[in-house]
């Protein structure tokens, strides 16, 4: 089990913002991310006419420096409080996202976007941490359900209106999320009670040692954590990649930039829907082979959305017809293996680490590494072969195949070396 470091006993950390606050606050932060990390691929193909090569480039970038600024995060909590943290960081994205209205050149954006995505990268293991703290096992899995929700809920409707702002606001990409991190920032600063100051001195002491569950239940977390988090980077490499993959699929070039983003969240409803039926029920929790299934699951999900499926279905319709149709329905499958990996992620490293920022900065870090292969794979085919999205698609495939692989070696590995 974790131990956590005596900066973590401070009161400000031991007393996080009520609950409310911080969904509020993640929201926000939901908002401003999926405009300008998951859904600016779509911004910079409609107003500068990057290539597929050029937003590989830009999803791989982000990517690396989004794997700083998660490992960064327990380093900074461990100094001062958490929402001190939290709430100056969001401060300096509202900064950067604003600069984005104002310094439009290609090169200006990307710097900016950099920026953005490394300060993001800090934030979201403080949030998950606070989210997490002082909640029992049964309980967190329906606080975290609540968390995946509100995040996943707000990143998809950000998603599929992404479009409209891109036609009828476009500064709006960079402005809505400055406004909303300037808001979110003094939010943190609220105090869960007027019980909080009497308490002050008795938080500050360790609190009592949590019960520890059974051997057999500990060791069913344990493998389902290392099988979920050997999984989460491919789960990242296909969000990415796709992404900045599809202004670039030939089904997606006949549509129009609001109806390219509206049919684009196909995947992030259906993921939301999955954190549903995860987050208020327990049976997944003494299942890790789940996690298995779910990484085979998307590898064929990513490599059929991507594929020409048109001469699967005959000729009842016209291949624009089938191509969307197909595409739509694979979003559906990959939506649900995203959500079961993303869930045993959070869930199992909070549930093993009592909620600590240094697990929560492992499970973004992954994240973030997931975003860098898969794009970066993509961008060196795009050097080797420009223009080929087939190569690209191969190469990204490729790496996800790899990774499921591993979690399938990394399974038999572990479970070879497990006492009798």
């Known amino acids: 089990m974790h131990t956590r470091p005596a900066a973590d006993l401070h009161p400000l950390n031991l007393t996080p913002p009520p609950a409310r606050v911080l969904y509020l606050v993640e929201a926000m932060a939901s908002a401003g991310t999926n405009l300008l990390i998951i859904g600016i691929f779509f911004y910079t193909a409609q107003r500068y006419g990057w290539n597929l090569g050029q937003n590989f480039l830009l999803a791989a970038g982000q990517g690396a420096v989004y794997v700083i600024g998660a490992l960064l995060a327990d380093r900074l909590a461990s100094r001062l409080p958490r929402r001190v943290v939290l709430g100056t960081t969001y401060l300096a994205m509202a900064l950067v996202a604003a600069a984005g209205t104002r310094f439009t050149c290609a090169r200006a954006m990307t710097l900016l976007l950099l920026a953005y995505s490394a300060l993001a990268g800090i934030t979201w293991p403080i949030l998950e941490s606070l989210a997490s703290t002082g909640v029992p096992p049964l309980a967190l899995s329906v606080r975290i359900a609540v968390y995946n929700l509100v995040w996943s809920g707000v990143g998809a409707v950000m998603v599929a209106i992404n479009g409209t702002i891109i036609d009828r606001w476009p500064a709006g990409v960079f402005l809505l999320p400055a406004l909303l991190h300037l808001v979110s920032a003094p939010l943190l600063a609220l105090d869960p009670s007027r019980r909080f100051v009497q308490k002050f001195d008795r938080a500050a ?134 959500g079961m990996i993303y869930s045993a992620s959070l869930y199992f490293g909070m549930v093993l680490s009592e909620g600590s920022t240094e697990h929560s900065g492992y499970h973004e870090a992954l994240i973030g590494l997931g975003s860098v292969l898969g794009p970066g794979a993509g961008a060196i085919t795009q050097w080797v072969r420009p223009g080929d999205i087939n190569l690209g698609i191969r190469a990204v495939g490729s790496v996800i195949a790899l990774s499921v692989l591993a979690a399938l070696v990394g399974s038999a590995i572990l479970r070879r070396h497990e006492p009798e």
């Open 205 to 338: 002491e360790p609190a009592a040692a949590p019960l520890q569950p059974e051997p057999e239940l500990l060791r069913v977390r344990t493998l389902a954590l290392w099988l979920s988090r050997m999984a989460l980077p491919a789960t990242y490499v296909v969000i990415y990649s796709l992404m900045a993959l599809m202004p670039s699929l030939p089904v997606m070039k006949s549509l129009d930039a609001t109806t390219q983003t509206l049919v684009g969240s196909t995947w992030m409803i259906s993921r939301w829907l999955t954190f549903i039926v995860l987050g208020f029920g327990v049976w997944w929790h003494t299942r890790p082979r789940v996690m298995l299934l779910a990484a085979v699951a998307m590898l064929v999900s990513f490599a059929r959305l991507t594929a020409q499926p048109s001469h699967w279905f005959g000729s009842v319709a016209s291949p624009q017809t089938l191509d969307l149709t197909a595409m739509i329905l694979w979003q559906i499958v990959l939506g649900v293996t995203l």
